[in-house]
């Protein structure tokens, strides 16, 4: 791809930095479903609870406890902990040593839509195996949407980075690998990447840091 005219990137988390399987969390947690009840929950589209909690408008306790009513959950809080976390598979090191090494040629940001299980967890990750005391350190911001009380797809995201940072959105590259999000990108004026199975960022920039 061509980077010339890119000076600022905002990377997706889940898929883009961090292995996910959803399916994975689904399972786990159905596992715990009392009645049969099938969990509304995917890259593409969710139910209410979780764009409550990933918009910061439910707790921990709060998520737990619709989990629990929403879906006959007989499963205490750690373990509902766990199987929401299984979906964060791993965060392979040449992926950390990419945002390293284009931290120093770009200004970078991350742009999640997650929570504060998943926030708790996948920092613990990066703690213990990069020793870095979080994500955040990595970039010049992170935007976290239980933090900012937003999520993608909506424009709003986009606008509130460019904004706060002074991008120009012709200079801003967008890498996620949720579709609807790209696309939501897009309208903004953002250049984009559909960064799509198999490809990784490692691969994408190969050249760019060589």
Avoid at 127 to 142: N, V
Avoid at 158 to 180: G, K, Y
């Amino acid at each position: 791809m061509d980077l010339t005219s890119v000076k600022n990137i905002i990377f997706d988390l889940g898929g883009v930095i961090i292995n996910i399987d959803y399916f994975k969390s689904i399972r786990e947690l159905e596992k715990y479903c009392t009645a049969g009840h099938t969990i509304e929950y995917s890259q593409r589209a969710q139910s209410h609870l979780f764009d409550l909690f990933e918009t910061g408008n439910s707790s921990p306790e709060e998520f737990r406890q619709h989990l629990r009513e929403a879906y006959h959950l007989d499963a205490t809080d750690e373990q509902i902990d766990e199987a929401w976390n299984a979906m964060l598979l791993d965060i392979p090191a040449e992926r950390i040593e990419l945002l390293r090494e284009l931290g120093n040629k770009y200004r970078i940001f991350l742009l999640s839509n997650t929570n504060a299980i998943h926030m708790k967890r996948f920092n613990e990750m990066v703690e213990h195996s990069f020793t870095m005391p979080s994500l955040d350190s990595l970039f010049e911001q992170a935007y976290y949407s239980h933090l900012i009380g937003q999520r993608k797809p909506d424009a709003i995201v986009f606008e509130q980075i460019l904004e706060q940072n002074d991008l120009q959105r012709e200079e801003t590259l967008f890498i996620d690998d949720s579709i609807q999000h790209i696309e939501s990108a897009r309208k903004v004026g953002l250049q984009t990447l559909f960064l799509e199975p198999p490809l990784t960022i490692n691969q994408v920039f190969r050249d760019a840091v060589s």
